[in-house]
């Protein structure tokens, strides 16, 4: 990997170079002397920034800069590879309404971070046999209390333990949502001008 180390500089060996200068103008093809030159007389540094390229692209800048800008890009091309899990919430049928917001709130924390969430119902002894459409019913009633927005992966269907379903995070509904949150607070605002002035 050692190759792929940028060079700046004195280290770079190319000839020619395009060169892009500190404004972001196009320099053009000129000689490494005289990119060199550039860079100098900007008090800057000149930094191969596409060595494959054919004659390779410099571009006059601050290293350190250069540097940060791109450690930036790395952490948010890692950001985006990292991996999704598929966490797991678990309701019961007597499961408190305090309990079931914090449920809901890890769900929704889980989801916000882009995770898949399997929630699943708990089913034992007698609530085994109770009416499926109930059952079922319980488990949505749940998904209502979860504060963001998602969609259905796998549908309600029936497990070993109960009845589960997996969701996922709804970038889109959650624009929706939120466009929705700003106008009804606009009309809101709008309503209590006019109560304010009638009274």
């Not at 000129?30 to 494959?52: C, N, V």
Request: glycine fraction near 8%.
């Amino acid at each position: 990997m050692k190759n792929d180390r940028i060079r700046i500089n004195n280290e770079i060996r190319a000839k020619e170079l395009r060169v892009v200068g500190a404004d972001g103008a196009n320099l053009g093809v000129i000689s490494l002397k005289e990119a060199l030159d550039a860079a100098a007389d900007a008090g800057l540094d000149l930094i191969e920034i596409s060595p494959k390229a054919k004659p390779p692209v410099a571009k006059v800048m601050d290293y350190g800069k250069f540097q940060y800008e791109q450690k930036k890009k790395d952490s948010a091309m890692r950001a985006k590879s990292k991996p999704t899990e598929t966490k797991s919430v678990q309701v019961k049928i007597g499961t408190g309404e305090h309990d079931k917001t914090l449920k809901a709130k890890r769900a929704a924390e889980w989801l916000a971070e882009g995770h898949r969430v399997k929630v699943e119902l708990f089913l034992k002894g007698r609530y085994k046999y109770m009416d499926q459409k109930l059952l079922t019913g319980k488990l949505e009633d749940f998904l209502k209390v979860i504060p963001h927005a998602f969609k259905i992966a796998d549908p309600v269907r029936k497990v070993p333990k109960g009845f589960a379903t997996v969701i996922e995070r709804d970038l889109a509904a959650k624009k929706k949502h939120e466009d929705k949150q700003v106008i009804h607070k606009e009309t809101q605002g709008n309503e209590d001008g006019k109560d304010s002035g009638t009274s």
